[in-house]
């Protein structure tokens, strides 16, 4: 199944400045995990159904185990937690690590394949 072109498009900017790590400062390292966390907020939005409306992520967040699986919430909650955690980390904090930004890009990336609408049919189909 293939992502959302805004969601891959995220992942692929922050798999091109991952492939390079010597290049990654800490501006870098934030604007990737920005990055990530709307690739994320994104997903929970489209598996919440409300990808065209104004309510905060912190709402859509609570609301997603009623859309998916509790264990698939769960993860995409911490997900957007630790991203949102490495975006405003303090001048005293150590900057994420390149290889924990790795993690999270793969992380993003399973949540939001898994985040992504499958198509179920029910009911009958009488075909003529």
């Known amino acids: 199944m293939t992502l959302p072109t805004d969601v891959q498009d995220r992942l692929t900017c922050v798999a091109n400045l991952l492939a390079r790590p010597d290049q990654l400062d800490g501006v870098r390292i934030r604007c990737c995990a920005e990055l990530l966390r709307t690739a994320v907020e994104r997903s ?10 104004d309510q905060p992520v912190q709402a859509l967040l609570l609301s997603l185990p009623s859309h998916v699986d509790a264990d698939l919430a769960y993860d995409a909650s911490q997900l957007w937690h630790a991203l949102s955690r490495a975006i405003r980390h303090h001048g ?10 790795s993690g999270w890009h793969a992380d993003t ?5 898994a985040l992504q609408p499958t198509m179920t049919l029910f009911g009958t189909i009488d075909l003529h």
């Open 109 to 113: 990336a399973a949540v939001a394949e």
């Open 44 to 53: 929970v939005a489209r598996a919440c159904g409300a990808e065209n409306t």
């Open 92 to 101: 005293y904090e150590l900057t994420p690590a390149v290889a924990e930004l």
